[in-house]
């Protein structure tokens, strides 16, 4: 297994400067070519995708988990429209940041390169295999994915029918390159391979991720935990508080921009509470709060700190009544994972306030956490929602997949 991947790996550095070096007009032909051929092979995707689905049904994945799994037409469609989207996007390489001429004549220009290979290690959603090889395309990247087990078919799919094209363009066809062993241990040995991998990105749970943080020996950008929150404010228009919570909860429960907890300011608990938990239990949702949360309503279940300090990806929401804005960023600070986080008020020194002192990658004044999405910020995509700080946060587009070179130009200059 070791000298397998290992060699999976050193295939892919031999050729990264191949892709680093491509020019824009033919990584748009390669692009294009992929979104045409997700489409033509969508009947083989969807059968393999059902295999994947079938597993995960005897292993009794939950429903919203089995959504982020499942693939269908029109998924597959808007896979490849994602991919024409990425190929419409400015390339970044070259790009030059900064430029300006010295007192001794040399001229230092800052541009935008490629970071290498990248490594993308994920579970559940094979999506996130299109949008990775498009994105590191684009980029000028190599990339090297190890998708999750409950996905090895569906993903398996989807890259051999895309390595086609990279054979249709005369590329190597180790740009992209799928660890297909599903024992975790290819997930370790991956981490260990800094010769050749530059930097990994893992989506996926908390447990992946902190896996990945204490083993890997390349550089790691922490993605996707979400413990998210909505607090909802004494001044709050009820009506759109009543919305932001549904949204933000309900839509796609099993994302990492969903929330995880609500917040509400006890001066409006009496009129709010007491709705949302009714329409939130006729959406299936099963709510917990803390000891003043239970009673505004019945069938509420009890919140500890575990729960409080939970990403569930499932339709469970737990609730706590704070005193004033102060005690909801203190309990925002103690349990969220700096990834979104919403407020919901009439009041605009309270909605500033919340904006400058809560640490997140993104904090929302009366809209719902679930706009933390690079297509939805007008970035055409993402490669992942960063919680971190170096050297990127928030949603990851193709600027964020770079890094930076120095050139300079002189004519005899010695120091």
């Known amino acids: ?9 050193k295939a892919t550095r031999a050729v990264a400067d191949v892709l680093a070096n491509l020019s824009t007009a033919k990584k748009n032909e390669l692009l294009l070519k992929m979104a045409d051929k997700l489409e033509a092979a969508c009947d083989y995707i969807l059968q393999e ?22 693939l269908t ?25 900064s430029g300006k001429s010295l007192p001794n004549g040399l001229v230092v220009k800052k541009i935008r390169v490629p970071l290498g290979v990248i490594g ?11 949008d990775a090889i498009a994105l590191c395309i684009k980029s000028g990247n190599a990339v090297i994915l190890r998708g999750g087990s409950e996905a090895i078919h569906s993903n398996l799919a989807i890259v051999n029918s895309l390595l086609e094209c990279l ?19 290819a997930v370790n040995i991956m981490l260990k391979l800094n010769k050749y991998i530059d930097v990994i990105i893992p989506r996926g749970g908390a447990g992946l991720i902190q896996t990945v943080i204490e083993n890997s020996t390349i550089p790691v950008i922490e993605t996707g ?6 607090f ?11 919305k932001i919570v549904l949204n933000a909860k309900v839509s796609r429960p099993a994302v990492c921009n969903s929330a995880e907890t609500l917040l509400v300011h006890k001066n409006i608990a009496e009129e709010f509470l007491p709705r949302i938990i009714t329409e939130l239990q006729n959406k299936q949702v099963r709510v917990q709060g803390c000891a003043q949360t239970t009673a505004y309503g019945d069938g509420i279940f009890p919140a500890t700190d575990e729960e409080f300090s939970r990403e569930n990806l499932d339709l469970i929401l737990s609730i706590k009544v704070v005193e ?79 890094s930076i070179k120095y050139i300079v130009d002189g004519d005899g200059q010695i120091r």
């Open 1 to 9: 297994m070791l000298e397998r991947i290992t060699e999976q790996a």
């Open 49 to 70: 995708n059902q295999k994947d689905l079938a597993t995960a049904h005897e292993k009794g994945i939950s429903p919203s988990m089995m959504d982020r799994l499942r």
């Open 73 to 97: 037409a029109e998924r597959i469609h808007a896979m490849a429209e994602g991919v024409r989207q990425v190929a419409g996007l400015n390339d970044p390489i070259g790009e030059i940041l």
């Open 120 to 130: 993308m290690i994920y579970e559940s959603r094979p999506n996130v295999t299109v």
């Open 167 to 185: 054979e249709e363009c005369n590329l190597p066809k180790a740009l992209v390159n799928f660890i297909d062993i599903t024992d975790r241990q």
């Open 225 to 230: 935990v979400g413990v998210c929150h909505v």
């Open 232 to 242: 909802v404010d004494e001044s709050a228009d009820v009506d759109m508080a009543v």
């Open 324 to 402: 004033d804005i102060g005690e909801a960023m203190a309990h925002i600070a103690r349990f969220g994972t700096k990834h979104s986080e919403a407020i919901v008020t009439k009041n605009y020194d309270n909605a500033k306030a919340f904006q400058k002192q809560v640490d997140a990658a993104v904090v929302f004044v009366n809209a719902s956490t679930r706009f933390t999405d690079g297509f939805e910020f007008g970035f055409g995509a993402e490669i992942g929602i960063s919680t971190q700080k170096l050297h990127a946060r928030g949603p990851m587009g193709l600027p964020e997949m770079t």
